[in-house]
Nanobody
Framework: EVQLVESGGGSVQAGGSLRLSCTAS????????MGWYRQAPGNECELVST???????YTAASVKGRFTISQDNAKNTVYLQMNSLKPEDTGVYYC????????????????????WGQGTQVTVSS
């Protein structure tokens, strides 16, 4: 059974840092590109960053230079290191397996694509 379990969210002041983790089971990173999306209340889903099966990364312009995606294949875990956080980074952050055969768990306003984790809340105060 595929599972994605996110952790590492929390509340920080502007300028602070957080590291999100997403531990996958039921598949390996050779099977699927992975991504982080976020959604603020009333807002659309926003792609934050992706990492391909070969390790090629993409980072949205809104977070480039501040956020870094990485993965540890031995731990089957994807990370999102978030530095210099801003209040506009506030939202629920979701880990997504983008290319599995099954689509599941996408929140309202996101998808329909991918296999989504349950999300982790990030709150940045000014």
């Amino acid at each position: 059974e595929v599972q994605l379990v996110e952790s590492g969210g929390g509340s920080v002041q502007a300028g602070g840092s957080l590291r999100l983790s997403c531990t996958a089971s039921g598949f390996t990173f050779d099977d699927s590109e992975m991504g982080w999306y976020r959604q603020a209340p009333g807002n659309e889903c926003e792609l934050v960053s992706t990492i391909s099966t070969e390790g090629t990364t993409y980072t949205a312009a809104s977070v480039k230079g501040r956020f870094t995606i990485s993965q540890d294949n031995a731990k089957n875990t994807v990370y999102l290191q978030m530095n210099s956080l801003k209040p506009e980074d506030t939202g629920v952050y979701y880990c997504v397996a983008l290319h599995l055969s099954e689509t599941r768990g996408y929140p309202i306003g996101c998808g329909p694509f991918g296999y989504w984790g349950q999300g982790t809340q990030v709150t940045v105060s000014s």
